[in-house]
């Protein structure tokens, strides 16, 4: 969750009253915010025009978490619009784009070869003309940008944010891919012209920059915005120049958004372009800019920002329902407009709502009644006692994993618990093999994090392995859940519930595993016939020849297997001493 701080002065001055600490809780509070703390801070001193004075000063200032999926909540000016309309001080805001039909304002993408650009391949745009700026503005501004980076850019993998004083640059603009050693420029708060593995070199010891080099790092070619003059705006997503840095004194501004995942640079680029929009001569009008993406994006052409609204439709019946209030339809319009939202009646008897495009938070229905109940109050809605009595249970799956813990403990069993996520050589157990029903992360940080299990052998063999200087025998057993890939499942893959036992020491053999599972069908009820829950022999690579078995269940579905494991699988986890062992599903034991 972000956490932003604002100057309490200049919050209280734009609310038009001196709250208290507990007062700006509470009103933070029935918002659906919460004032983390309020601490004192040094500061730049601003003076009756908001532009620094070359001293600091100690000033109170607010630590307000914002939900992570209100963007729009980042910055003074957002926070400051969305309270305001929920004190009834101010009406919704209308943000509006306008197409200039300037040719200048256009970005358009050029690759040398197709697939060029694939480094970072989409790019959005918007101006915002005749700005009226202060340091404490671009202050906020540079803060909005490094909030949203930190959360909805994903620490810039998923968009990087360039802003630009337009009146250093000229029209139309490109977004190419250059090898590094040809991109040179002088960078943001640099004097000194470099080539961009000088950057790099420099940057790699820069506490704020560092962590964004390995985003580009690797690749041939690094993506760069130039204008029809050829200076290099920025190089995303890194850093920008130095020539078309934001000032007080800047008049025009020039917004790109650059990364992999185009629908979160358009929610960037109009969040942004609209929060600041309010320092426009025309109040909260931007300019449109024109991206064409030629053979990169089917030839697209798209214009950007994008303010239309979005339109959920609801009605007073299944919001009382929801909430457990009886509101009309009058109530509900004020509760509402109070959250920023138009609302139209239906001839049909229900709402048309119309969320204002920067509530990107807003995707349905559930939503749209959550601000009819921040607006209306949650304090205020009375607490009832449920009309139906129920009385929870345990599910059938969870008593016996319990039981089984203490059939297992009975024994002189330790329970381990292992991690969930190994690397796929371990989850395999055999050398070179890898399993077919494996979950794989995308991007894993370590070796050890590459894959989810499949199996729980793999992590007791891997704590035996750590644990070989601990007296023999060695006994441990594991219930937990493996997941394996399904495609018939919503997410495609699904958890199944296991138990799985290992006995490590020189006598370790094929009956030893067989009577702890005797054992567990002993505890379970379950007795075995040819033709019900059966053993049979196997041939299963994990274990030796000739000393294992499956257990089946009544329709011949395999709910196990038992016996001494393979000395293949014991090299792979550095275990000398032989070791048997079991791992059976306890759904089928149902």
């Given at each position: 969750?972000?956490?932003?701080?604002l100057r309490k002065e200049?919050l209280d001055?734009?609310?038009?009253k001196?709250?208290e600490n507990?007062?700006?809780s509470?009103l933070l509070d029935r918002f659906?915010?919460?004032?983390?703390?309020?601490?004192?801070?040094?500061?730049?001193?601003?003076?009756e025009?908001?532009?620094?004075?070359?001293?600091?000063?100690?000033?109170d200032?607010?630590?307000?978490?914002?939900?992570?999926n209100?963007?729009?909540?980042?910055c003074?000016?957002g926070?400051?619009?969305?309270?305001k309309m929920?004190?009834?001080q101010?009406?919704r805001?209308?943000y509006?784009?306008?197409?200039?039909?300037?040719?200048?304002?256009?970005?358009?993408?050029?690759e040398d070869?197709k697939g060029?650009?694939?480094?970072r391949p989409?790019?959005?745009?918007?101006?915002l003309?005749?700005?009226?700026?202060?340091?404490?503005i671009?202050k906020?501004?540079?803060d909005?940008?490094?909030?949203?980076?930190?959360?909805?850019c994903?620490?810039?993998?998923l968009?990087?944010?360039?802003?630009h004083?337009m009146?250093?640059?000229?029209?139309?603009?490109?977004?190419?891919?250059?090898k590094?050693?040809?991109?040179?420029?002088?960078?943001?708060?640099d004097?000194?012209?470099m080539?961009?593995p000088?950057?790099?070199?420099k940057?790699?010891i820069?506490?704020h920059?560092k962590?964004?080099?390995?985003?580009?790092e690797g690749?041939?070619?690094?993506?760069?915005?130039?204008?029809?003059n050829?200076?290099i705006?920025?190089?995303?997503?890194?850093?920008?120049?130095?020539?078309?840095k934001?000032t007080?004194?800047t008049?025009?501004?020039?917004?790109?958004c650059?990364?992999t995942d185009l629908e979160?640079?358009?929610?960037?680029v109009k969040?942004?372009a609209?929060?600041?929009?309010?320092y426009?001569e025309?109040?909260?009008?931007?300019?449109?800019?024109?991206?064409d993406?030629?053979e990169?994006?089917?030839?697209?052409?798209?214009k950007?920002p994008?303010?239309t609204?979005?339109?959920v439709?609801?009605?007073?019946?299944?919001?009382?329902?929801?909430?457990?209030?009886?509101?009309?339809?009058?109530?509900?319009?004020?509760?509402?407009?109070?959250?920023?939202?138009?609302?139209?009646?239906?001839?049909?008897?229900?709402?048309?709502?119309?969320?204002?495009?920067?509530?990107?938070?807003?995707l349905?229905?559930c939503?749209?009644?959550?601000?009819?109940?921040?607006?209306?109050?949650?304090?205020?809605?009375?607490?009832?006692?449920?009309?139906?009595?129920?009385y929870g249970?345990?599910?059938?799956?969870?008593?016996?994993?319990e039981?089984?813990?203490?059939?297992?403990?009975?024994m002189?069993?330790t329970?381990a618990l292992?991690?969930?996520?190994?690397?796929k050589e371990?989850?395999s157990?055999?050398?070179?093999?890898?399993?077919?029903?494996?979950?794989v992360?995308?991007?894993p940080?370590?070796?050890?994090?590459q894959?989810?299990?499949?199996?729980?052998?793999?992590?007791?063999?891997?704590t035996l392995s750590y644990?070989?200087?601990?007296?023999?025998p060695?006994k441990?057993?594991?219930?937990?859940?493996v997941?394996?890939?399904?495609?018939?499942a919503?997410?495609?893959?699904?958890?199944?519930?296991?138990?799985?036992?290992?006995y490590?020491?020189?006598?370790?053999?094929?009956?030893?595993?067989?009577g702890?599972?005797?054992?567990?069908?002993?505890?379970l009820?379950i007795?075995?016939?040819?033709?019900?829950f059966r053993f049979?022999?196997?041939?299963?690579?994990?274990?030796?020849?000739?000393?294992?078995?499956q257990?089946?269940?009544?329709?011949?579905?395999?709910?196990?297997?038992?016996?001494?494991?393979?000395?293949?699988?014991?090299?792979?986890f550095?275990?000398?001493v032989?070791v048997?062992?079991f791992?059976l599903?306890?759904?089928?034991?149902?």
């Amino acid at each position: 969750m972000p956490t932003i701080s604002l100057r309490k002065e200049y919050l209280d001055g734009a609310l038009g009253k001196v709250y208290e600490n507990d007062e700006m809780s509470d009103l933070l509070d029935r918002f659906g915010l919460e004032l983390d703390e309020m601490v004192i801070e040094a500061v730049d001193e601003l003076d009756e025009n908001l532009m620094k004075t070359g001293k600091t000063i100690d000033v109170d200032i607010y630590k307000i978490d914002i939900p992570a999926n209100r963007y729009d909540l980042l910055c003074h000016e957002g926070l400051v619009t969305a309270l305001k309309m929920f004190l009834e001080q101010s009406d919704r805001v209308n943000y509006k784009v306008i197409d200039t039909k300037n040719d200048k304002y256009k970005i358009t993408v050029k690759e040398d070869f197709k697939g060029q650009s694939k480094v970072r391949p989409f790019v959005v745009g918007a101006v915002l003309k005749n700005v009226t700026l202060n340091d404490f503005i671009v202050k906020n501004l540079i803060d909005l940008q490094e909030k949203l980076h930190q959360n909805l850019c994903r620490r810039r993998t998923l968009v990087a944010i360039g802003t630009h004083d337009m009146d250093t640059l000229v029209g139309p603009f490109t977004y190419e891919f250059k090898k590094p050693e040809d991109i040179k420029f002088i960078p943001l708060n640099d004097t000194e012209c470099m080539t961009a593995p000088e950057m790099f070199a420099k940057f790699s010891i820069d506490s704020h920059l560092k962590e964004y080099l390995p985003i580009l790092e690797g690749e041939e070619y690094y993506p760069v915005i130039y204008d029809s003059n050829r200076i290099i705006c920025s190089l995303p997503p890194i850093i920008n120049g130095d020539h078309s840095k934001i000032t007080a004194k800047t008049k025009n501004i020039f917004i790109e958004c650059t990364g992999t995942d185009l629908e979160k640079c358009q929610t960037t680029v109009k969040t942004i372009a609209a929060l600041f929009s309010e320092y426009c001569e025309q109040k909260n009008v931007t300019e449109m800019v024109y991206i064409d993406y030629n053979e990169t994006l089917d030839k697209k052409i798209l214009k950007t920002p994008d303010y239309t609204d979005l339109i959920v439709e609801t009605s007073s019946k299944v919001i009382n329902k929801r909430l457990g209030v009886n509101l009309n339809d009058d109530d509900i319009i004020k509760m509402l407009s109070k959250m920023g939202h138009t609302v139209t009646k239906n001839n049909g008897g229900g709402l048309k709502v119309s969320a204002v495009a920067t509530r990107t938070d807003v995707l349905a229905e559930c939503d749209i009644i959550e601000d009819v109940g921040i607006g209306y109050g949650y304090d205020n809605i009375i607490k009832t006692n449920p009309k139906d009595l129920t009385y929870g249970l345990p599910l059938n799956i969870n008593s016996i994993t319990e039981r089984l813990r203490i059939v297992m403990t009975n024994m002189g069993y330790t329970e381990a618990l292992t991690f969930a996520l190994m690397s796929k050589e371990d989850v395999s157990l055999i050398p070179g093999i890898i399993d077919k029903d494996m979950v794989v992360v995308s991007n894993p940080k370590t070796k050890d994090c590459q894959a989810v299990r499949t199996n729980l052998l793999c992590g007791l063999l891997k704590t035996l392995s750590y644990n070989k200087i601990v007296p023999m025998p060695i006994k441990l057993f594991e219930i937990q859940d493996v997941v394996v890939k399904d495609e018939n499942a919503e997410t495609g893959a699904r958890n199944i519930r296991r138990i799985a036992g290992v006995y490590c020491n020189t006598t370790a053999g094929f009956e030893v595993a067989r009577g702890i599972v005797d054992q567990i069908l002993i505890s379970l009820n379950i007795t075995t016939s040819p033709n019900g829950f059966r053993f049979i022999p196997n041939d299963n690579e994990v274990f030796f020849p000739d000393r294992c078995c499956q257990l089946l269940a009544p329709n011949g579905s395999v709910i196990g297997n038992i016996g001494c494991l393979h000395p293949l699988v014991l090299k792979q986890f550095s275990l000398g001493v032989p070791v048997c062992g079991f791992e059976l599903t306890l759904e089928a034991l149902l």
